[in-house]
């Protein structure tokens, strides 16, 4: 437990950085983003692996070592956790995240679907839902192997998701106008990013197993080689290149190649921390370009989550990976039969998702189509469908101390959905009265004290003896009276005059008339 | 440890928490006119670099639309000296900012310079910054002005990516509390950290003349008649022309129909409503 120490200075870096704002980390000039969003990028695109590689390899047949395969699915579950951190630090205001999530909250407001924003934040709450379901019925098949049987049919649910995934966060950037971040290429850049850095992080962590699979090795490798390609397509089509992350991640890991070198288990752990310092190079300069200089609490979230991850990589792994069988059995199942119903009733899901979405829309004449919706089709399909199989298939299979643990954390989150559905205070603080400082030009209680303090008095009260004279005593300044006769109708008494009050129409002007009704108010009492 | 120790580590603790006091009070200094003036001349001294201009129809309405406001600036008029800059501070409650940022050419002004013409925000019909807010805090409003609430913003700066003139800024700084901001005008809320904020069309003024105009004429439709922008009102030159373009009465229309329009190449494709003339038809 001692190891927890280590996160103490990434959490200081992260509370001063949450406190402070986006003002305390570099931001891009124009775009205002920073090192949050890469990190964000980067883990994300590490957890990548751990799921893709266990749920494609499981669903179309490939044998992997079962503990491997925990592990792998391990670190997607903690680089998930640690990559969801950074875009609530990334928010302006934090506490308006929930404005974000599709759902209707009480002032009857939707979030906007057709915002790459939204489709990624319900994307990855999906996949860290869906990568949590899948380590868990995994990790109970290996008490009770009737489970195992749908754990396939998830796989295949996993499969899509996976993919879409980093093709939602490669949105994030293509859909807007940084020329650095345009390219049709880049959904596919981004998963073989993703699956370039998530096996080389698995593949470091397997050193310490004293463990090695070649097929991932060659994965990584594969993937590298596409990846440089992909480079060098952006490189001619932009004139942008980051010689740092190709130094790191494509020049270093040649040493793969030497064949008495990558026997050394040092030299392939050099080469895979080379390729995850490569890409996150990568993820830096795209991020923010032309910018060089990280400042200290860049640095500090850098740490943080390198910590984080490793941390709760090693205290977990502790507790659910051990006692892993060696073999895995290649299980026949019956997939698609039983994905059947699930992926109808996902479907069902969505078409009434769209449909709430649609109405509460259109209320607010926003230009919506069907379209709009799509890039959520796969992540809510794949919600309700792998839901749909956990809660009728596996659930009971569970134990009764973990049904009553699902039970508190579904109370829990239905406690959360009534959260967002209440929202904050939306209230604007306003300045305090004498906060507003009339401008220098501008000086209304001169205007008040020209124009009106002549019958009205300097404070409000009357000048009796100019006004015994020669008029009656006008009306008394009070807050009901005031308030009875309403600024605009007040408005018009000073612009066209009344009794024996004269027209000031010409006098001043309707933002001094404005003003000194402000300032009247002031004096009422 | 004796008593004498005890008393004496006790005492000197005692000394040590006392130090926390000694904090340095802080007076509220609210910036001067000339802090303001002094950073408009900051920006005048640096002006960005021109960006291509292409040609554009007049801006149009929607069935049924009676108001679309916008603005049309005579560059052979423009002189880019910046009035137009400081009333918008003014009328906007526009942030200062610190030293560092001003240094760089970061500021916070909605209007900014080039070295022909000012650019601000273009209330483009199809606004490419409303459609990727997540939270919709980025709107249309019915007169055709694009406008941000506040209180929805979340603080993503997806906008602020997305504007192809960098038109949005973001309140990085607590501007209260770090005393960079001061309340020119009451009718204008100032931004919480945090939030986006860009050029509102002088939302308040629209307001007001369309109280004012109601007031006035309870049956008749308000058509924007004779509202003018902080800009509008400030440019020595008289360059802007500010309106309505369904107006066919309006000052903005007829100039308009005079002159050849145009827009920057990266914006024409959204149907601003803000556009340059230069030269006559």
């Known amino acids: ?525 | 440890m004796d008593r004498r120790e005890f008393l004496k580590n006790c005492s000197l603790a005692l000394a040590g928490f006392s130090l926390f006091g000694c904090t340095k009070t802080e007076t509220k200094k609210i910036p001067s006119d000339e802090d303001f003036e002094r950073e408009v001349q900051m920006a005048l001294s640096l002006k960005r670099e021109n960006i291509p201009l292409v040609k554009i129809e007049m801006p149009s309405g929607k069935l049924n639309q009676k108001v679309r406001l916008g603005m049309a600036i005579d560059l052979t008029r423009c002189d880019t000296c910046g009035a137009c800059i400081l009333a918008c501070n003014k009328e906007n409650n526009i942030p200062l900012v610190p030293k560092e940022d001003a240094e760089l050419g970061h500021f916070m002004h909605w209007i900014q310079l080039t070295k022909e013409f000012p650019l601000m925000c273009f209330h483009c019909e199809d606004a490419p910054c409303e459609k990727v807010c997540p939270t919709l805090a980025a709107s249309h409003s019915l007169d055709g002005v694009s406008v941000m609430m506040y209180k929805r913003c979340a603080g993503s700066r997806f906008c602020g990516a997305n504007c192809p003139v960098h038109a949005r800024k973001f309140n990085a700084y607590d501007n209260q509390k770090e005393n960079l901001s001061r309340v020119f005008n009451a009718n204008v809320p100032l931004r919480e950290k945090g939030v986006m904020e860009k050029c509102s069309f002088c939302l308040q003024r629209i307001q007001e003349n369309r109280i004012a105009f109601k007031t006035e004429n309870p049956t008749r439709e308000w058509i924007a008649e004779n509202f003018k922008t902080a800009c509008a009102n400030a440019c020595p030159k008289h360059a802007i022309y500010c309106g309505n373009w369904l107006d066919e009465n309006s000052e903005l229309v007829k100039e308009a129909k005079r002159h050849v329009l145009y827009a920057p190449e990266s914006i024409a494709a959204f149907n601003p409503s803000i556009v340059y003339m230069r030269e006559l038809r």
């Not at chain 1, 919600?383 to 508190?408: D, M, N, P, T």
């Not at chain 1, 008040?448 to 300044?477: S, V």
Request: positive net charge.
């Open chain 1, 1 to 525: 437990m001692i190891y927890f120490s280590l996160l103490i200075p990434g959490i200081i870096a992260l509370v001063y950085a949450i406190l402070q704002g986006p003002a305390s980390w570099t931001l891009g000039a124009h775009t205002f983003w920073g090192t949050p969003i890469v990190l964000f990028v980067f883990w994300i695109g590490i957890s990548h692996a751990g799921t893709l590689l266990s749920a494609i390899f499981l669903a179309l047949g490939i044998k992997l070592e079962k503990k491997i395969a925990l592990l792998a699915e391990l670190s997607t579950i903690i680089s998930l956790i640690t990559a969801a951190i950074f875009p609530l630090v990334h928010l302006g205001v934090i506490e308006n995240f929930y404005m974000l999530v599709p759902f209707l909250d009480n002032r009857e407001l939707f979030s906007n679907v057709r915002s790459p924003l939204v489709w990624d934040f319900c994307a990855i709450l999906i996949y860290g839902f869906l990568s949590i379901m899948f380590f868990a019925t995994h990790f109970l098949s290996l008490k009770n192997p009737a489970i195992e049987k749908f754990q396939r049919p998830l796989a295949w649910l996993i499969f899509p998701l996976v993919i879409s995934v980093h093709t939602i966060v490669s949105l994030d950037f293509a859909v807007t106008f940084i020329p650095e971040w345009r390219g049709a290429f880049f959904p596919i850049y981004f998963v073989v990013g993703a699956i370039y850095s998530g096996f080389a992080l698995v593949n470091f962590l397997l050193i310490f197993e004293k463990k090695r699979n070649i097929l991932l090795e060659k994965l990584m490798l594969a993937s590298g080689g596409v990846l440089v390609l992909i480079w060098l397509w952006n490189f001619l089509l932009k004139g942008d290149f980051s010689l740092r992350a190709f130094i790191f991640a494509s020049l270093f890991p040649l040493l793969y190649f030497v064949k008495k070198l990558r026997h050394h288990p040092f030299v392939r752990a050099f080469i895979y921390i080379s390729i995850l310092v490569g890409l996150f190079f990568e993820r830096l300069d795209l991020v923010i370009p032309k910018l060089e200089n990280l400042k200290f609490i860049d640095w500090g979230l850098i740490y943080f989550s390198i910590s984080l991850f490793f941390v709760l990589y090693l205290f977990l792994k502790k507790k659910f990976v051990k006692n892993v069988p060696e073999n895995a059995e290649n299980f026949r199942s019956m997939d698609f039969k039983i994905l059947q119903i699930p992926l109808l009733f996902g479907i069902l899901i969505f078409v009434l998702f769209v449909i709430m979405g649609f109405h509460f829309l259109t209320r607010f004449d926003v230009q919506i189509e069907v379209l709009h919706f799509m890039p959520l089709a796969i992540p809510i399909i794949v919600f309700a469908a792998a839901s749909f199989i956990f809660v009728k298939y596996i659930l009971r299979f569970l134990q009764e101390k973990y049904k009553r643990g699902i039970a508190i954390c579904f109370v829990l989150a239905f406690a959360f959905l009534g959260a967002l559905h209440a929202g904050f205070s939306n209230e604007f603080t306003p300045a305090k009265q004498a906060e507003i400082l009339p401008s220098e030009e501008f000086q209304i209680h001169d205007i008040w004290k020209n124009t009106c303090a002549a019958c009205h008095g300097e404070t409000g009260d009357f000048n009796e003896k100019f006004i015994r004279e020669y008029y009656p005593l006008p009306q008394k300044l009070t807050l009901s009276r005031l308030d009875s006769l309403g600024e605009d109708s007040l408005y018009q008494v000073v612009l066209k005059g009344r009794v024996n009050m004269s027209a000031y129409e010409n006098r001043l002007t309707p933002n001094e008339i404005r003003a000194l009704l402000h300032y009247m108010r002031g004096l009422a009492k």
